[in-house]
């Protein structure tokens, strides 16, 4: 399987740039592309990323999504003198020419093409490509929004037509709608076109009318365009993440796409003064992330907006950081998405539902008394300041964003352990780890005697479980201690040994540790209550612990099928964890699972956002199979292949449903409706 992640970078696209004073597109500048690759250096990501070099894009690579007019006349820039090129740039809304901006967009299509073809023969796993001038608003036949040739849009088109690919998954996390995409794809339902944008009921920029959430594709497309408008300034780390629990990530797996691009605009993000977004640079490293599980891990990640440069650049290393599957820092802030946010991702929902098996219990009765679509009326401004004022202000707020993200980026940034996975020595070589693991020597008998006699007196007279224990414990230290970021533990007697784990991380002084139980297992009530939340994924009615807002019961039986688990773990254990926010993650596999080994290696996944990446996983199961599946997703791989798509069951549905509306007042990230409850 491949490894390693692409870096594109050629200091040529630095060369087109505004000539002229156009206040419009002056933040367009060259720096967003060197200041960025300065950041990833100072990061020292950019040894650690495989040197990939940009081409030139050839005519016939552009001819795949423009015309040939359009063509022509980008080339014909080359020669021409400022005031042609300024007559030229004025036919478009919101772009500029320079003589070198025909080789500079040229170089941008190539880019993103070598970061294709790298991931496709399999030479890295994932990339990204630092490109100017961006894509996403470019059309058929015209440039817009500082956009000439629409790389990704190319890049979709040659990975059709070079790999023979049928499912391309496009995420613009742009805060503009990249309206050249969706035309260019609208009635396509190989391509599924994702995007979110700043909206504000089409007052702002482009100001259609198809980036609402009502332009779901057009004939064979329809479904495969997916557009979630905010309607508000604001939106922040909370908001970004519930529009991929409840809406990105479950059509996203049912689609099961070969090859995931992202139009990766970081105009998103806090500082940008296009966006007026909240969101900080950490929430991009747990978007990638969430998009590493798809596609085998095939992604490529290529730039398009992003203003502030710091905002920008910080952004951009978060990103190549996860791509290098470094672990992910804490996402923060309060995690609670915003009313507006909620509305807009009911809608989209709603408008989806036709398509895609996911929502097809989705209550959609609301509708018909939804005044999200009219325009809401203006505020009007009493003191409305002038231009030049509004320059002044956003400066210092410029400025204010840069000083808050230098220290907030030295808070939240920490050291990685250089080796990811702790296992103990009876079982190293038995689970073929892919990456270098530290192979740890169980604590002997009385040691194990002395930490887990303070609160576990009377278990540790056994011997089966002193030994299991003196592994556990030895793995679970080296996570506590920052030596390893995960380990894996076998026990014969799990639930011991999770109860052993729980106190002890406790008692060392963790806050918060999320319980994971999949599959039967006793249980043991455990005391430490409020500092633990259990969400239990077995069918075992568990008895003293209803009404806890600390135990959590799925009451899984076993016919649940894998889309069934995955519904729960996206649309529940996902969101609910986020709300949490731990500090530590356990999770225990027992035996007579209803839950396959690919959902278990999901649900590894995708928690790996979580608490730092610390996760100790116990599994009493000692299928090999699994053993190896959980190491491979703890060490970091993508999840293999999981087969054909099984359609929900009603029950199942109902059941997440019932026990959202019953837990969103506590865990505020799986609220995506406002019917009821909020
Ligand atoms: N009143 C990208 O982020 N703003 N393009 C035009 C007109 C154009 C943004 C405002 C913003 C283009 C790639
Ligand atoms: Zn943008």
Same mark, same amino acid.
């Given at each position: ?5 692409? $870096? ?20 367009? @500048? ?27 894009? !050839? ?6 999504? =423009?015309?040939?007019? =359009?063509?022509? @006349? ?55 490509? +630092? ?65 979110? =944008? ?23 497309? %329809? ?35 070969? $090859? ?6 970081? &105009? ?17 490293? =747990? $978007?990638?992330? /969430? ?52 509305? *807009? ?11 895609? %098996? ?7 009765? /609301? ?10 009326? %203006? ?85 089966? !479980? ?13 996570? +506590? ?38 599959? &039967? ?31 959590? *019961? ?105 026990? %959202?509306?019953? $837990? ?15």
């Amino acid at each position: 399987m491949a490894s390693g992640t692409a $870096l594109i970078y050629d200091e040529e696209m630095t060369s087109h740039k505004l000539l002229w004073n156009d206040p419009i597109c002056d933040i367009e @500048v060259p720096e967003r592309l060197s200041t960025s690759y300065e950041q990833l250096q100072f990061y020292h990501l950019v040894e650690r990323c495989v040197h990939v070099p940009a081409r030139e894009g !050839t005519e016939e690579e552009i001819l795949l999504v =423009h015309s040939s007019e =359009h063509l022509e @006349v980008a080339k014909s820039t080359q020669k021409m003198g400022e005031e042609e090129l300024k007559r030229v740039s004025g036919n478009y809304d919101a772009f500029f020419f320079h003589p070198n901006t025909y080789r500079c967009a040229r170089l941008a299509v190539g880019a993103t093409l070598q970061l294709v073809d790298s991931v496709m023969l399999g030479k890295v796993c994932n990339g990204m490509a +630092l490109v100017r001038p961006p894509g996403h608003h470019s059309q058929r036949n015209a440039a817009n929004g500082f956009c000439l040739f629409n790389n990704v849009a190319i890049a979709a088109e040659y990975a059709k037509l070079k790999y023979g690919l049928q499912r391309i998954l496009i995420v613009d996390w742009d805060v503009h709608h990249g309206q050249g995409t969706q035309y260019i794809f609208e009635e396509d339902p190989s391509v599924l076109y994702f995007s979110w =944008h700043r909206y504000e009921h089409q007052e702002f920029w482009p100001s259609l009318k198809e980036s609402d959430y009502d332009a779901v594709g057009l004939g064979k497309g %329809k479904g495969f365009n997916i557009n979630l408008p905010w309607n508000k300034v604001g939106m922040g780390n909370s908001d970004y993440l519930a529009a991929f629990f409840h809406v990105l990530l479950p059509v996203a797996f049912e689609f099961d796409p070969e $090859l995931v691009l992202v139009s990766s605009g970081y &105009d998103s993000g806090i500082g940008d003064p296009e966006g007026q977004m909240n969101a900080t640079p950490e929430v991009f490293a =747990h $978007l990638t992330h /969430f998009l590493m599980q798809l596609a085998n891990g095939k992604l490529c990640v290529i730039l398009e907006g992003g203003y502030h440069l710091k905002s920008l650049s910080e952004s951009v290393c978060m990103t190549v950081k996860t791509l290098l599957r470094d672990p992910i820092p804490q996402v923060t802030g309060e995690m609670a998405p915003c009313l507006s946010a909620i509305e *807009s991702i009911q809608n989209v929902r709603a408008a989806h539902k036709p398509y895609w %098996k996911w929502l097809m219990y989705e209550d959609t009765s /609301f509708l018909h008394n939804l005044s999200t679509k009219s325009h809401l009326p %203006k505020t009007t401004n009493t003191n409305p300041s002038t231009d030049h004022e509004d320059k002044i202000t956003n400066n210092s707020e410029a400025v204010k964003i840069e000083r808050f993200l230098e220290l907030h980026m030295r808070n939240i940034l920490f050291p990685v352990p250089p080796i990811r996975t702790a296992t103990s020595e009876s079982k190293a070589s038995s689970y073929l780890l892919p990456a270098p693991v530290c192979v740890v020597k169980e604590m002997d008998k009385n040691e194990v005697k002395s930490l887990a006699s303070d609160f576990y007196a009377d278990l540790v007279k056994e011997d089966k !479980t002193l030994h299991s224990l003196g592994s556990m414990l030895a793995i679970l230290d080296k996570i +506590l201690k920052k030596e390893v970021c995960n380990g894996i533990a076998d026990s014969p007697t799990a639930s011991v040994s999770v109860d052993v784990a729980l106190r002890y991380s406790v008692h060392f002084g963790f806050q918060r540790v999320l319980c994971i139980f999949v599959g &039967d297992m006793q249980i043991i009530p455990n005391t430490e209550d409020g500092k633990v939340l259990v969400i239990n994924v077995c069918e075992k009615e568990q008895s003293g612990k209803i009404g806890s807002k600390y135990f959590i *019961s799925l009451n899984w039986k076993e016919d649940a099928d894998r889309s069934d688990f995955f519904s729960a773990v996206l649309g529940f254990i996902l969101p609910v964890a986020y709300s949490y926010q731990p500090n530590l993650i356990v999770i225990a596999v027992g035996p007579n699972r209803s839950i396959g080994i690919s959902g278990i290696s999901l649900l590894f996944g995708l928690l790996q956002g979580l608490a730092e990446s610390r996760i100790l996983a116990v599994i009493e199961d000692t299928d090999v199979n699994l053993m190896q599946s959980v190491a491979k997703a703890l060490a970091g791989a993508s999840v293999p292949h999981v087969g054909a798509y099984v359609p929900l069951t009603q029950e199942k549905v109902c059941k997440i449903k019932i026990l %959202k509306d019953q $837990l969103q007042q506590e865990w505020k990230m799986l609220q995506c409706s406002v019917k009821d409850g909020i």
